[in-house]
């Protein structure tokens, strides 16, 4: 796949992209696989009385080779329950703070890169983090550059980049033992650069991808 630029950016497919985002509710059979076993559907399902909002964002942008590209980070070890998973930008909203504008905040903090507000294309549907009591909104947005990476090392490991491709390619999952407070379950991964990433990044990963998918 390459990235569409500048007029070609309002190609069809694109648009149709935009309409699947914007949708009230996207719904996906094939997502039922990427939820790691006792998820029980939490992930879906309405979010807690108490639940703390967050909000993250992928971008697409394109790599020197002109291939589809998102990043991802590796969170720091002092990152609590998700120390050292792989995860996408994003955090807590604040106070009077909209969800799209904790998501670039979020973003621009955590990676150094500034991501524009006319770049965002729409919303994927919320997921709820059950592990950490998180309902997390994801926004997609768009660049037809490479941004220059400057991420923060107090919550940042490190970044790797995923290919769109790879996202796409059923070769590039697979399956691992997870062991939680003494109980093991399975769970799906996406293998990137030799990580694994897996659980609720997973998750809104793979529903970019459907929703690619219905965008052609």
């Known amino acids: 796949m390459r990235l569409p630029t500048g007029k070609n950016r309002k190609q069809p497919w694109l648009l149709k992209l935009q309409q699947t985002l914007g949708a009230s509710e996207m719904v996906f059979p094939e997502l ?79 990676t150094g890169h500034q991501v524009a507000v006319k770049s965002v294309l729409g919303e994927l549907p919320p997921t709820n983090v059950w592990a950490s009591n998180h309902q997390v909104r994801t926004f997609v947005a768009l660049e037809d550059s490479l941004p220059v990476w400057s991420p923060d090392p107090c919550e940042v490991a490190g970044l790797i980049f995923l290919p769109l491709a790879h996202l796409m390619d059923p070769r590039k999952f697979g399956m691992h033992q997870v062991i939680r407070r003494r109980v093991q379950f399975s769970a799906l991964h996406l293998n990137v650069d030799g990580h694994r990433v897996w659980g609720a990044t997973l998750r809104m990963l793979v529903e970019l991808g459907e929703a690619l998918t219905s965008a052609k």
Do not use: V
């Open 32 to 110: 039922r696989h990427s939820a790691p076993n006792l998820s029980y559907g939490r992930h879906k399902a309405p979010a807690y009385p108490r639940a703390r909002h967050a909000a993250n964002l992928i971008l697409l942008y394109p790599s020197e080779q002109g291939d589809w590209t998102i990043p991802l980070m590796i969170r720091a070890e002092t990152e609590g329950i998700h120390a050292g998973e792989i995860a996408l930008p994003g955090g807590r909203c604040e106070p009077e703070e909209s969800a799209q504008q904790t998501a670039l905040r979020e973003f621009h903090e955590e």
